[in-house]
């Protein structure tokens, strides 16, 4: 048994651990790259004279975010060289995720798509304020900025957001019904019941980032989803089995393929139809959905 405790920076940092790297993920989409954040973040935090720090958690978010930032303009310009395109990387998360109605939809894959839309600053603004209630003086510290033009870049970055995303989000037990309805279309290859799931207008975004087969461009329309999810199923030529999982606070399916994991399949989900299906066949991103990661919004 150890007697030594810990020295007070490493209580403040592993307190906020889980917040912390919930703020990095949310701002790149990569578990990968938010844990180097929160490294590089460790690393400024133990050199801070935490006499003068008034609000632990509000100077490591502040930490956190700077180091975020740096790393979305670099991994910006990876993205831009991706093949295909860019979903965020799916995690396994705990139900207490899922109860926290407000954060799982800011997780969900499909909100964090619409992100990759925004600006670095926009983004950083946007997940600071909109996600963890970060008021605009301390989000102004963090990006640089006046706490104006912090106001500012939030109204753009939540009005941008706002036209994308679903007026009217689905339940979660909407959510999980028509999901469950899609599964077993998809199970029985009752195509015409898969029909019935899908809106007319519903998008489909597959992500193999060159690794594995998937679409160029997003697919729109329920004629054309469907024909290029029987193609597919026919071209992999082995057997495909589902299983319902919580990704990101959202239901989602595990398609797996002869028994090895294929991809993981989000959904977004409106008047009781899907509206986006966002899969992540990249198998660089599907390292971390058979163990949960903890995330938090406090």
Do not use: C
């Not at 390292?287 to 938090?296: D, K, Y």
Request: glycine share 6%.
């Amino acid at each position: 048994m150890n007697d030594h405790p810990a020295d007070p920076a490493t209580e403040a940092f592993v307190a906020h651990r889980d917040l912390l790297f919930t703020v990095a993920y949310e701002m790149l989409g990569s578990a990968a790259d938010a844990e180097d954040v929160l490294q590089e973040a460790w690393l400024r935090w133990v050199k801070v004279d935490l006499t003068q720090v008034q609000d632990q958690r509000a100077y490591l978010v502040r930490i956190t975010t700077r180091q975020a930032l740096n790393r979305l303009r670099t991994l910006k310009r990876r993205k831009e060289a991706y093949v295909g395109p860019w979903l965020p990387e799916p995690l396994l998360t705990a139900p207490d995720v899922a109860e926290d109605v407000d954060l799982a939809e800011n997780l969900s894959l499909a909100l964090m798509f619409i992100l990759e839309t925004l600006s670095p600053t926009e983004r950083a603004v946007f997940v600071l304020h909109e996600v963890f209630d970060i008021g605009y003086d301390d989000i102004a510290a963090a990006i640089g900025k006046s706490p104006a033009a912090a106001r500012q870049l939030a109204y753009r970055a939540r009005r941008h957001v706002d036209a994308r995303r679903p007026r009217t989000p689905a339940s979660p037990e909407e959510a999980r019904a028509a999901l469950s309805s899609f599964q077993n279309a998809l199970v029985t290859g009752d195509l015409q019941g898969l029909l019935s799931v899908l809106a007319p207008d519903v998008v489909f975004v597959s992500d193999g980032g060159g690794l594995r087969l998937a679409a160029l461009r997003p697919v729109v329309g329920d004629d054309k989803v469907l024909r290029y999810m029987a193609a597919s199923i026919v071209k992999a030529g082995g057997t495909f089995t589902s299983e319902l999982t919580t990704v990101n606070g959202n239901p989602a399916l595990i398609l797996r393929l002869d028994g090895e994991i294929d991809g993981v399949l989000a959904f977004r989900v409106e008047n009781a139809r899907v509206t986006g299906l966002y899969y992540v066949r990249n198998p660089e991103k599907l390292t971390r959905v058979e163990s949960e990661t903890p995330l938090t919004s406090r």
